[in-house]
């Protein structure tokens, strides 16, 4: 959980929003950037983010929200950008996963 005094929530809406933007444009362009490894590495990666802005008020169901931030279906996105996950990435991800203790949202 996050601190009732944490300088993020003074950030201006347009700003992060602006950020946010930039972020998953950021994303789609690096499709060579596996969701797998990502997870490893920080323990998220773009299903969250999509999660993410469902839990913050996106109307749209699982697969818009998806969609909005792979910047295509997510069957397309499986398809022609996500590769098989090696048993070292699926470790990796497991592991990042349970560094997750704290609630961030």
Do not use: Y
Request: proline letters at 3%; glycine letters at 4%; one cysteine or more.
């Amino acid at each position: 959980m996050h601190d009732q005094n944490d300088p993020l929530d003074a950030l201006p809406d347009n700003v992060a929003a602006a950020a946010f933007r930039r972020l998953v444009r950021h994303l789609q362009h690096r499709h060579d950037a596996q969701n797998i490894d990502l997870m490893g590495l920080s323990g998220f990666c773009r299903n969250c983010l999509a999660d993410w802005i469902r839990d913050a008020g996106f109307e749209g169901d699982k697969a818009a929200a998806r969609e909005l931030i792979h910047g295509m279906p997510m069957e397309e996105w499986k398809t022609t950008r996500q590769s098989e996950a090696t048993q070292e990435q699926l470790d990796r991800m497991q592991a990042s996963i349970a560094k997750n203790a704290a609630d961030l949202r």
